[in-house]
């Protein structure tokens, strides 16, 4: 399953609404997941099962979506928020990470 | 709290084979239902899932890597490892190694260790 993330980047200030997109070839189902990755770290899980946060993320972090179309919403940005964040799918062998968004500061 | 530690050399020859180890500590490789990963980060790229494996199970892998990769657990030293043959330049690299959290692995990766860097270069 290819995993499409709209857009590459996003330039957006402190306060703002962001809204990610990650588009999949095929159904995904809710087997779709939402990492960040900040320079020199390893990526975080942020959403899994399309919607469910993980243990201790903010819950100005919200995912919805299922089958094809998925998104990623952060309601109001913080200034550590600036970060990369890719989709993956987990539900199908081989699993598939998308291309990653870039979320700069504005 | 669950820790995994990525080891092994950070430059290996073209036509060589590249091996690592990840260390798990905070939990046992060998409890539950989880499955362990390895995934894979060109600089300044994205990430690539290489493969999965369940202590007691067979791996799997990404399709095009499954002829040079083999993903194996010792539960004896809390160990899994990544073995790639005849590596070339596009096989440089951060690697991660990660466990899948949730029964089999239809599960997110949920811990990462901090990734090493590999260069593949004469």
């Known amino acids: 399953i290819v995993l499409t993330q709209s857009p590459g980047t996003l330039s957006l200030s402190p306060g703002q609404r962001a809204t990610l997109s990650c588009r999949a070839s095929?159904?995904?189902?809710?087997?779709l997941a939402w990492y960040q990755q900040k320079p020199g770290q390893a990526p975080r899980l942020l959403i899994y099962?399309?919607?469910s946060r993980a243990t201790g993320i903010p819950d100005r972090f919200s995912g919805s979506g299922s089958g094809t179309d998925f998104t990623l919403t952060i309601s109001r940005l913080e200034p550590e928020d600036f970060a990369v964040y890719y989709c993956q799918q987990y539900g199908s062998s081989p699993q598939t990470f998308g291309q990653g968004t870039k979320l700069e500061i504005k | 709290q669950l820790q995994l530690q990525e080891s092994g050399p950070g430059l290996v020859k073209p036509s060589e084979t590249l091996s690592l180890t990840c260390t798990v500590s905070g939990g046992s490789i060998g409890n539950g239902f989880d499955y362990w990963a390895w995934i894979r980060q060109p600089p300044g790229k994205g990430l690539e899932w290489i493969g999965s494996i369940f202590y007691s199970g067979s791996p799997y892998y990404y399709p095009s890597l499954t002829s040079r990769v083999t993903i194996s657990v010792d539960t004896s030293k809390n160990q899994f490892s990544l073995i790639l043959n005849s590596v070339t330049a596009a096989d440089t690299a951060i690697y991660y190694c990660?466990?899948?959290?949730?029964?089999?692995?239809?599960?997110?990766?949920?811990?990462w260790g901090q990734g090493t860097l590999v260069t593949v270069s004469s």
């Open positions: 095929q159904s995904a189902s809710r087997y």
């Open positions: 099962g399309a919607s």
């Open positions: 990660a466990r899948h959290s949730g029964p089999g692995i239809a599960a997110p990766l949920e811990y």
